[in-house]
């Protein structure tokens, strides 16, 4: 199915201003660029889109609300410098999976000055010689590469931190008694 098609299914008879999350997996994009996705999804805070051919991210609309952005198993080697422009407040980005060689493809991620995350698994970047010293020091705001920070501490599962905080804030004391 191609991404615009998919993208009205997914809407829902929703407006694009309503929509925070958005899923994409595994439709096609046009000629390897972002398709049907406009500026009009102002509140946007999740978008996936893995595995859908991307080459490149020109066309990606401006998303101010973008947090998280999945974008592993594609064909993107570079055109990283958009993220900055459209998606300042990115603070989560897996591109893993993808073409990228150089650190100099990352360097364009300098000014997503809210990044703590980001995944460069099955790239071929990561075969460089000092990969992860190199990639720390180029974007000293992020915390996370691959999953791990810089003394190798796997990163917290974010969703399941959540909902443990929420269950303990509902059930109160009771968690103590359960484990009797």
Known sequence: MDMKKRITLELRNRSPAEVTELVLDNSRSADGEVDGLTDEFTELEFLSMVNVGLTSLTKLPSLPK???LELSDNNLSGSLEMLSEKCP???YLNLSGNKIKELSTVEALQHLKSLQS???FNCEITSLEDY???VFELLPQVTYLDGFDQEDNEAPDSEADDEGEREAEDDGEEDDDEDE
């Open 66 to 68: 973008l947090r998280k």
């Open 89 to 91: 407040n990115l603070t």
């Open 118 to 120: 980001l995944d460069l």
């Open 132 to 134: 992860r010293e190199s």
